[in-house]
């Protein structure tokens, strides 16, 4: 049997959640720390990944350093919020060159903050980077604004790895980098070693993908930097527990993986609502474990006859004997 991967979340998978009709929250609000302390609390957690700026919060680096040693975690990402209302109309395509620069310094500080913490890489998720309406901006221009902007902060930073996390659409109707081929192209035509993707199950789902196919092509070129797992109904980006919905996408999903030897993070990116946070984490753990055990026992010479033969109820046999006896193993 294979070695137990490791798992993380982010840390916002703890927080108190708000949206447009429950404006109040869905619970009393939650402070970092404490946020950290649920983490920890989850017991298979071995990384979160970590917002900046702290928001809400007005104690010291150390005192974050010191509440995630003792629940015996590691920051393994920074994810700066350059999709907040400073950044309305983007942040390295906003039209105001002024409003650029206060995106750059802002992802610059979060850059030397993810390296104080020995962080493996600075997320980028360009969330208000897009456009709502036909004729609103000139394709081309902002296509360059993303790509220059991304060029000047890798390139700046050749010491730590920066992944760009698509998303179809929201907050924007369209954001700029909504699907794995497109962001691959401006990747690759940026051409720094440090910049990959960080593929989300759900957003690959919601973006009509198979996230299978997503992942390796990511993984052909050399840039599946790293991943978050979630699900969702496709018609939105839902962030429910993972494998809720999807099982035998979410394992076709970790199969790939497992065939090309990616061995990053198994990372939660969940937004458990009207559910126990801790409790969704343990639930959506429990489900991995079961994934990875069924990933030990499959059969995978038989699997690859059947898709030599593109036999599909072959291969189904094969999956669904292994995923849910494994996860009546688990449970």
């Not at 199950?201 to 009509?208: D, N, T, V």
């Not at 993984?219 to 999807?246: C, E, P, T």
């Not at 991995?288 to 499959?298: E, P, R, S």
């Amino acid at each position: 049997m294979t070695d137990m991967p490791v798992f993380g979340a982010g840390i916002w998978h703890f927080a108190t959640y708000k949206d447009r009709y429950a404006t109040d929250g869905y619970g009393d609000p939650v402070t970092l720390i404490e946020q950290i302390d649920r983490a920890g609390a989850v017991g298979d957690l071995s990384v979160v990944d970590l917002n900046w700026p702290f928001a809400g919060y007005d104690g010291t680096l150390d005192e974050v350093k010191a509440a995630l040693q003792r629940n015996n975690l590691k920051a393994i990402a920074i994810t700066p919020e350059i999709y907040t209302r400073d950044f309305v109309k983007g942040s390295f395509t906003n039209p105001d060159p002024g409003v650029r620069k206060q995106a750059m310094e802002l992802l610059h500080q979060a850059t030397e903050l993810a390296k104080e913490l020995g962080c493996s890489y600075v997320k980028l998720w360009p969330g208000q980077d897009g456009w709502d309406y036909p004729f609103q901006v000139d394709y081309h221009d902002i296509w360059n604004l993303a790509l220059d902007g991304l060029k000047e902060l890798v390139s700046a930073h050749p010491d730590i790895n920066f992944v760009i996390e698509y998303k179809p659409r929201e907050p924007r109707v369209k954001i700029i980098f909504p699907n794995v081929a497109r962001t691959l192209l401006g990747i690759e035509k940026i051409g720094l070693p440090n910049l990959g993707i960080l593929l989300d199950f759900g957003h690959s789902l919601y973006g009509q993908e198979t996230p299978a196919d997503a992942a390796q092509l990511a993984i052909d070129y050399n840039r599946l930097f790293a991943i978050d797992v979630n699900d969702n109904m496709k018609g939105w980006d839902d962030d429910m527990v993972v494998g809720s919905v999807h099982l035998v996408e979410t394992f076709e999903f970790f199969h790939t993986l497992r065939k090309n030897n990616w061995e990053g993070v198994w990372q939660l990116d969940q937004f458990p609502f009207r559910e126990d946070s801790v409790e969704a984490a343990k639930q959506a753990i429990r489900f991995l474990k079961a994934v990875h055990h069924a990933l030990d026992v499959l059969d995978d010479d038989a699997l690859a006859a059947a898709q030599a033969s593109h036999d599909a109820l072959a291969a189904q046999r094969l999956v669904q004997k292994v995923l849910l006896s494994s996860m009546s193993e688990i449970a």
